[in-house]
């Protein structure tokens, strides 16, 4: 109780999967209204590691709260979150903030951490990493405003097939990712929109 209470335990693992980074606890520290956390294990299938990350951060800040339910007794949350791109499942998480009315559906891919193979040039799995995901999930949920960045195309420019992993990297970071063709008389760039020229071939 007094762990899930002040997050005192210390994480001495090899590779810390259970902390909290500072610029996480800075974060945190500045959420101001009510984020919930739905963990979807099974009972006996629980994620010891992320259930300790995710008492830390409930410590960190009153208003982040998480329970655990199992998917199979529980189909109407999961109607609830799933889209036509995405589909709670079990061993997932479900971040959700009811004042912005967004939510973040988080599974074992997003906690998997690449690290590049400077022989190969490929990228290849280095481990876990909870914290990221996590916290990047929360900050979007929250954000009064997400930024979008807007890729063009219609240029011969690179498509959306072979920028996938930057637009990853770019969600992962907050920004909502869009296509737009500037050959389309119809689209009219917003002021605030982060434009992306990626190695057109034409003017």
């Given amino acids: 109780a007094m762990e899930r209470k ?12 259970a ?15 009510p984020v919930k956390i739905w963990a979807l294990y099974r009972k006996g299938d629980e994620d010891a590691p992320l259930a300790e990350l995710l008492d830390r951060y409930a410590a960190a800040n009153p208003l982040i709260s998480w329970e655990q339910t199992d998917p199979a007794l529980n189909p109407a949350l999961l109607n609830r979150f799933t889209t036509d791109s995405v589909t709670p499942g079990s061993d997932s998480l479900i971040v959700w903030c009811e004042k912005t009315g967004r939510f973040r559906v988080l599974g074992p891919e997003d906690y998997v951490s690449i690290g590049m193979d400077t022989e190969t040039g490929e990228y290849t799995y280095t481990g876990w990493t909870y914290e990221r995901s996590l916290t990047g999930a929360i900050s979007y949920v929250t954000k009064e405003r997400i930024p979008r960045a807007v890729i063009l195309q219609g240029h011969g420019e690179m498509d959306e097939q072979t920028l996938a992993s930057f637009a990853t990297l770019m ?9 737009s063709d500037l050959t389309d008389s119809s689209y009219v760039p917003d002021p605030d929109d ?9 003017d």
Avoid at 8 to 17: E, K, P, Q, V, Y
Avoid at 194 to 202: E, M, N, T, V
């Fill in 19 to 33: 902390s909290q980074s500072p610029e996480t606890a800075e974060i945190l520290k500045n959420i101001d209204t």
């Fill in 194 to 202: 982060l434009l992306i020229f990626f190695s057109p071939l034409r």
């Fill in 171 to 179: 969600k992962e970071n907050q920004y909502e990712i869009a296509y």
């Fill in 6 to 17: 002040k997050g005192w335990r210390i994480d001495l693992s090899f590779n810390a999967i």
